[in-house]
T-cell receptor, first 109, second 116 residues
């Protein structure tokens, strides 16, 4: 079956760095998304990885290892506004998004 | 570019009534739109895939007769929750796929439905 695993909740301190891991099992693989979702709002796009390696976008970076079925989202210089849920989604062979349950990130001052 | 809107953003209805939610792609034509439901503290659950001019494809466990989807044009898909019950209260989100891009989806802002 298809499955996306990520931690339920993480806590970090303002100004620090946090890494949110995601492991995936999909029927075929056409990439992996990371979305940010604030409470009561729709998800917003953060990153898309289809090739192995690290992609950096400002304070956020995303990494993919296809051989390990593993990805992580790295958030640097954490700000209070980064408190949100972070959703990992794999793209299967039918280009369907397989969603993880999301990781709730709590930022403390 | 790639903006998706939803209307209404919030709706409260009485049990037994029907509610229609609209999803529009504002600056592009979307041949495929998706409808998701999200309960509190849970992830997105795909309800159905809506293709313009054809019948929607529903995920297992989603009642076709209860959640009516119409994708009548390249910029509009509607979800009608018929005979709503309190357990249908949820956050409904639509997304649209850009033509030619098989993987990327753009999300609408969501509709909070409360059935009393």
């Amino acid at each position: 079956g298809q499955n996306i695993d990520q931690p339920t909740e993480m806590t970090a301190t303002e100004g620090a760095i946090v890494q949110i891991n995601c492991t995936y099992q999909t029927s075929g693989f056409n990439g992996l998304f990371w979305y940010q979702q604030h409470a009561g709002e729709a998800p917003t796009f953060l990153s898309y990885n289809v090739l192995d390696g690290l992609e950096e976008k400002g304070r956020f970076s995303s990494f993919l290892s296809r051989s390990k079925g593993y990805s992580y989202l790295l958030l640097k210089e954490l700000q209070m506004k980064d408190s949100a849920s972070y959703l990992c989604a794999g793209v299967d062979s039918n280009y369907q998004l397989i969603w993880g349950a999301g990781t709730k990130l709590i930022i403390k001052p | 570019g790639a903006v998706v809107s939803q209307h209404p953003s919030r709706v409260i209805c009485k049990s037994g009534t029907s509610v229609k939610i609209e999803c529009r792609s504002l600056d592009f034509q979307a041949t495929t739109m998706f409808w998701y439901r999200q309960f509190p503290k849970q992830s997105l659950m795909l309800m159905a895939t809506s293709n313009e001019g054809s019948k929607a494809t529903y995920e297992q466990g989603v009642e076709k007769d209860k959640f009516l989807i119409n994708h009548a044009s390249l910029t509009l898909s509607t979800l009608t929750v018929t005979s709503a019950h309190p357990e249908d209260s949820s956050f409904y989100i639509c997304s649209a796929r850009l033509p030619g891009l098989e993987y990327e989806q753009y999300f609408g802002p969501g509709t909070r439905l409360t059935v009393t």
